[in-house]
């Protein structure tokens, strides 16, 4: 029962930072490959509050969620107005230097890691977050600065034309990202009680990117989806060592083939998005028998 309480935990703990990087990327149009590093901010900061400094657990994921979202602030300012793959190499060169910079900070314990961390995430702590965070995003999703970064994300150009602050709306997405992200990691930190940089690598922040890329793109119910999946999926193959990365791996690949726009494709699990699924499919039906019906005519 701990076992599955403690997967349980890491889907909550994971499912924050991809409802971040959801809005950056499935909404706005951003691909980061960098929150790896704002997890990482809000992780040791969390720690120091935590370990060092012996404040309350809350202080701490409030100040993980905002020194990444300070940071994402001067980040964004040098990056956002880049373009497709430049932002992706920006982001992630910001990743690899903060995993740099806390391999030689000693305070932290540098390469070696930081251990015997106070444990204060609970199960508790992780569903109240969750719920909480699902909410914020899905009501910042279906408001107007919601719609504005959508517009961002389906044609830049356009939006500009129409009176959207690109740049604006693209700052919001990534401040919104980076401290979910950091508060992920202020639980992650007090969970684990361990630190070390290697955690927050590139192939953290691309489990993430690809986690939102599974659910679908521009879902938020996808999101949740793809999180319990690709977080749980290496544990349940484990009495599989050898082989359960490669399981992974294939398991990715052939959602990717077989469902290129994700698990959900952009719709969401409301009544309205149910509806909205199986319209589709009536429709793709029906178009599918006026094809083969046209065609047995010109047979004819």
């Given at each position: 029962?701990?076992?599955?309480?403690?997967?349980?935990?890491?889907?909550?703990?994971?499912?924050?930072?991809?409802?971040?990087?959801?809005?950056?990327?499935?909404?706005?149009?951003?691909?980061?490959?960098?929150?790896?590093?704002?997890?990482?901010?809000?992780?040791?900061?969390?720690?120091?509050?935590?370990?060092?400094?012996?404040?309350?657990?809350?202080?701490?994921?409030?100040?993980?969620?905002?020194?990444?979202?300070?940071?994402?602030?001067?980040?964004?300012?040098?990056?956002?107005?880049?373009?497709?793959?430049?932002?992706?190499?920006a982001t992630m060169g910001f990743g690899e230097a903060i995993r740099i910079i806390l391999n030689n900070t000693n305070y932290v314990g540098g390469a070696r890691g930081w251990a015997d961390l106070p444990q204060l995430t609970t199960w508790v702590w992780v569903v109240g977050l969750d719920?909480?965070?699902i909410a914020i995003t899905w009501n910042l999703i279906n408001s107007r600065q919601g719609r504005n970064m959508i517009a961002v994300r389906e044609e830049e150009l356009a939006a500009q034309m129409a009176g959207v602050n690109v740049f604006r709306y693209k700052m919001i997405a990534l401040?919104?990202?980076?401290?979910?992200?950091?508060?992920?990691?202020?639980?992650?930190?007090?969970?684990?009680?361990?630190?070390?940089?290697?955690?927050?690598?590139?192939?953290?922040?691309?489990?993430?990117?690809?986690?939102?890329?599974?659910?679908?793109?521009?879902?938020?119910?996808?999101?949740?989806?793809?999180?319990?999946?690709?977080?749980?999926?290496?544990?349940?193959?484990?009495?599989?060592?050898?082989?359960?990365?490669?399981?992974?791996?294939?398991?990715?690949?052939?959602?990717?083939?077989?469902?290129?726009?994700?698990?959900?494709?952009?719709?969401?699990?409301?009544?309205?998005?149910?509806?909205?699924?199986?319209?589709?499919?009536?429709?793709?039906?029906?178009?599918?028998?006026?094809?083969?019906?046209?065609?047995?005519?010109?047979?004819?």
């Amino acid at each position: 029962m701990d076992y599955i309480q403690g997967i349980a935990v890491l889907i909550g703990i994971n499912l924050i930072a991809v409802l971040g990087l959801c809005v950056l990327t499935g909404f706005t149009g951003l691909f980061s490959f960098g929150h790896g590093g704002f997890m990482a901010i809000g992780a040791y900061i969390s720690a120091i509050v935590t370990a060092k400094l012996n404040l309350p657990f809350s202080v701490a994921i409030l100040a993980g969620g905002l020194s990444a979202g300070i940071i994402s602030v001067f980040i964004g300012q040098l990056t956002l107005k880049l373009k497709g793959d430049y932002f992706c190499i920006a982001t992630m060169g910001f990743g690899e230097a903060i995993r740099i910079i806390l391999n030689n900070t000693n305070y932290v314990g540098g390469a070696r890691g930081w251990a015997d961390l106070p444990q204060l995430t609970t199960w508790v702590w992780v569903v109240g977050l969750d719920i909480v965070c699902i909410a914020i995003t899905w009501n910042l999703i279906n408001s107007r600065q919601g719609r504005n970064m959508i517009a961002v994300r389906e044609e830049e150009l356009a939006a500009q034309m129409a009176g959207v602050n690109v740049f604006r709306y693209k700052m919001i997405a990534l401040v919104f990202s980076a401290v979910m992200a950091g508060i992920a990691g202020a639980l992650l930190a007090n969970y684990l009680q361990f630190l070390r940089p290697t955690m927050f690598n590139m192939l953290k922040s691309t489990d993430l990117t690809i986690m939102v890329i599974f659910g679908g793109l521009g879902s938020i119910s996808g999101t949740i989806v793809g999180t319990i999946l690709l977080v749980s999926l290496p544990e349940v193959f484990r009495n599989f060592a050898q082989w359960r990365l490669v399981i992974y791996g294939l398991a990715v690949i052939v959602i990717m083939v077989g469902r290129p726009k994700g698990i959900m494709g952009g719709m969401e699990l409301t009544p309205s998005g149910i509806r909205k699924i199986f319209a589709a499919r009536r429709a793709k039906a029906t178009l599918e028998a006026e094809i083969k019906a046209a065609e047995r005519g010109d047979a004819a």
